[in-house]
T-cell receptor, first 115, second 114 residues
Framework: DQQVKQNSPSLSVQEGRISILNCDYTNSMFDYFLWYKKYPAEGPTFLISISSIKDKNEDGRFTVFLNKSAKHLSLHIVPSQPGDSAVYFCAARRPYGGATNKLIFGTGTLLAVQP | GAGVSQSPSNKVTEKGKDVELRCDPISGHTALYWYRQSLGQGLEFLIYFQGNSAPDKSGLPSDRFSAERTGGSVSTLTIQRTQQEDSAVYLC????????????FGPGTRLTVL
């Protein structure tokens, strides 16, 4: 049962253009969402997050949008740079309150930014 | 400062053998997590340690998997009688406190079971 889904395994974008990575989830109890970036042979690194009480969070070139009614979030990277080429994982957290603070991850989207 | 480290970086073993994977979390981080990523899959939660509390083992796929965390720091994930389906990258992460959302990951151990 895949509670967090990234339906696009890969995405190719031209340098300078916008990259949009999508993520869908099924559990309406998720209260916090994160994006991680992973280069080959390295562990994932935290990129940006959003609380379920917000619908947008921006950090430099990275913006995350949350649509709770659609159970959908997206990561926008603009402008895209070749160094952004990596696998991007969407993750969701079940609410605190006795439950483990573990993250449920999607399968990842490989972003390739072409120079 | 030092990040999360894991050893070995690669491990090749024969089916039926036991393996131990090690994780050194960031100093002072009280929460430690193990995940694994199988080919074509997302990161799958295995086990979680928080301070001196009983670990959350709900993600361990079978009783061949176990983990310890000694002294609230270093953790060892042990897989007994390895099977080919255990082949994956095993990732360790730590975070500063329970409820803190950002987890810092190590580089992972790539386990191959022949």
């Amino acid at each position: 049962d895949q509670q967090v889904k990234q339906n696009s395994p890969s995405l190719s974008v031209q340098e300078g253009r916008i990259s949009i990575l999508n993520c869908d989830y099924t559990n309406s109890m998720f209260d916090y969402f994160l994006w991680y970036k992973k280069y080959p042979a390295e562990g994932p690194t935290f990129l940006i997050s959003i609380s379920s009480i917000k619908d947008k969070n921006e950090d430099g070139r990275f913006t995350v949008f949350l649509n709770k009614s659609a159970k959908h979030l997206s990561l926008h990277i603009v402008p895209s740079q070749p160094g952004d080429s990596a696998v991007y994982f969407c993750a969701a957290r079940r609410p605190y309150g006795g439950a483990t603070n573990k993250l449920i991850f999607g399968t990842g989207t490989l972003l390739a930014v072409q120079p | 400062g030092a990040g999360v480290s894991q050893s070995p970086s690669n491990k090749v073993t024969e089916k039926g053998k036991d393996v131990e994977l090690r994780c050194d979390p960031i100093s002072g981080h009280t929460a430690l997590y193990w995940y694994r990523q199988s080919l074509g899959q997302g990161l799958e939660f295995l086990i979680y340690f928080q301070g001196n509390s009983a670990p959350d083992k709900s993600g361990l796929p079978s009783d061949r998997f176990s983990a310890e965390r000694t002294g609230g720091s270093v953790s060892t994930l042990t897989i007994q009688r390895t099977q080919q389906e255990d082949s994956a990258v095993y990732l360790c992460a730590s975070s500063a406190r329970h409820g803190f959302n950002e987890q810092f990951f190590g580089p992972g151990t790539r386990l191959t079971v022949l």
